[in-house]
């Protein structure tokens, strides 16, 4: 029995040496290692967006805060983030949307602009809620794809996300939640994963953009290189959007050699913020501006 | 793309097929000769016992041997286990919607705050179950030491706890009887509260480890991949990733829920966590806690879960427990506590009042004196 078991790994081990020959030869069509399982890419491992799309995904120029203020000669950061100066500013970027603009109906649009205006009470990664979909993807903090024989699995390290993502479609989900209910499949070797039952109250980014609780988000994951995957997410949410809509972006490997997740509980992080005026004794709670 | 690069990358693509098909075929085969050399559980493609899937941990066989009996016996594990399911049903039978409302303070029957309302069945999944490992029930989860109870703590650990809880162990009466104490009260800010109450960690050390049993969300969820493995807690989605074949990383980097490697002996995956911070889920257990855990598929449907913690800040000697995870059809679903952490701002809230009451009780009666 031994023996048998001992040529059938010389069979298999030769079978990879050949495939791995085949991706190298590839001219631009790249084709990525298998994963476990050997039917499709390996997508195992600790990636990170690198983009500002948390920021805002759509086409900006930088600004003076995350949080502003009319001032004499055009908007100042506000007093909650003032003192921060420039690490409360926010990068420019050329976006992430295809197209350039997320096609709001007027309604949601004028949402969106209440939204910005009130970024510091109402977006709910200050009170480091889970983030939701695709929103976790571009934090700026690593996560990491655990993809088994069969199951996959995302873990964030931005406040210890997770998600519910099955390999067979249970149906539609029993109750909405923030990381929403995922279904896994493979298009050649990409990994799509349809993401519904989605709770209304995550947030797109720092900039307002927001959604309803009909949205269906579609991802999908390509390898494009030994370290990068193509990441597109296709937003349909009629409630909110005249027509489904993409934003895309490059994934990149965390290249440190001991890149793992680690602890980002951040809900300790926020009690002062949402509990600390019940406080028996208060600490003092805003600074005090200067005179 | 032009046409040709299209029809290249097909043909690579086909090629590629017909490599990787032979692969899973070969590998198939391996599944099968190993499967029939080493028993008959589930295997990944590459050899190791699969421990994938999803398992309901609850039992309601407790951690410490009540006791002096190590095993019950069918018929009292058979009464047990209608027992609880009766107590379930009838827990979640339907309320008449027009009873009364409790009395204020409760009714002094068992329950939060003399039983004024809470949870009932519905809310709660304990298990109706003792587990059976090789027939037999144990009465006990720990099995080392053999009286089924964990060891003595340490004088060490009983002045470090009898300095967390001085002046906090008292029942909710509605009145601000901390304020007649010195020192903090257990209501004085969100720190002072248990980590359940903070959402930070589920209770009764459900995502450990060790891992426990406890009153509701037991459920795990593992992925495995052959470099790392994650533990998947439901409560409060807490997802341990097991580092196969790794160095612990270094011990200035403390976690919640430790620091957890992995290797496999035969077929059992130990895992060695270390590196906790200074409350672990474990209760009294200390940022010293070091526990080892063994998982072995005993069978298509189920693991035993084997575990040794060893806290010489806490506990005389190390101690060992075991029981079994049943694999089972449900998932898991997200438990988003501190996104409707409702309670956290109404307990200090509450309390807040409660002291201006007292103060303003006192004013009265200073002033009618």
Known sequence: MHRIIIVLLAAALASCEVRVGTGAESDGAYVAPRGPGGVNPDLNGVWQALNEANYDLERHMARPSMSLRDGPYGPLPDLATVRLGAVASVPPSLGVVEGGTIPYTPEALAIRDENRKHWIERDPEIKCFLPGIPRATYMPQPFRILQGDKEIEIVYQWAGAVRNIYSEDPGPAPVDSWMGQSVASWEDDTLVLTVTGLIEQTWLDRAGNHHSNQMTVVERYTPTGPNHLRYEATIEDPETFTRPWKISMPLYRRMEPNAMILDFKCVAFVEELMYGQWRRNPLPRWPETDE | ?369
Request: overall charge negative; glycine content about 8%.
């Open chain 2, 1 to 369: 793309m032009d046409s040709t690069r299209t029809e290249r990358a097909k043909s690579q693509r086909a090629m590629h097929w017909v490599v990787v098909a032979f692969g899973i075929a070969a590998a198939v085969l391996i599944v099968v000769a190993t499967r029939m050399a080493w028993g008959e559980i589930p295997r990944t493609a590459d050899g190791k016992p699969d421990l994938s899937g999803y398992y309901d941990t609850a039992t309601i066989t407790p951690l410490e041997r009540r006791g002096d009996d190590e095993f019950l016996t069918e018929e009292r594990a058979e009464f047990n286990a209608n027992r609880a399911a009766q107590g379930l049903a009838e827990g979640s039978a339907d309320q008449d919607p027009n009873r009364e409302a409790p009395p204020v303070g409760g009714d002094g029957s068992r329950g939060a705050a003399g039983n004024v309302g809470g949870y009932d069945s519905f809310w709660v999944d304990p298990g109706e179950k003792n587990f059976q490992i090789d027939g037999k029930y144990r009465t006990s989860i720990v099995i080392d030491p053999p009286n089924g109870r964990r060891p003595p703590i340490t004088d060490e650990a009983r002045q470090r706890m009898a300095n967390m809880y001085r002046g906090m162990r008292r029942q909710n009466d509605g009145t601000a009887w901390w304020l007649e104490n010195d020192g903090p009260g257990p209501y004085d800010g969100p720190e002072i509260r248990p980590l359940p109450d903070r959402c930070l960690l589920g209770f009764g050390s459900t995502a450990g480890p060790p891992m426990l049993p406890t009153l509701y969300n037991n459920h795990k969820r593992i992925v495995q991949t052959p470099d790392h493995i994650m533990i998947l807690t439901e409560m409060v989605h807490d997802a341990r990733i097991v580092r196969m074949n790794s160095e612990h990383a270094p011990d200035d980097v403390r976690r919640w829920l430790g620091d957890s490697i992995g290797w496999w002996e035969g077929d059992t995956l130990v895992v060695d966590t270390i590196h906790f911070n200074d409350t672990p889920s474990m209760r009294q257990a200390s940022r010293n806690l070091h526990v080892v855990e063994r998982f072995t598929r005993i069978d298509e449907n189920s693991l035993l879960y084997n575990f040794t913690v060893e806290d010489p800040s806490t506990w005389e000697a190390p101690w060992t427990g075991e029981y079994v995870w049943p694999q089972t059809d449900e998932a898991v679903y997200e438990y988003a506590c501190h996104e409707g952490n409702y309670s956290m701002g109404n307990i200090l809230r509450g309390a807040r009042r409660l002291e201006r009451d007292a103060m303003a009780a006192q004013a009265e009666t200073s002033g009618d004196e």
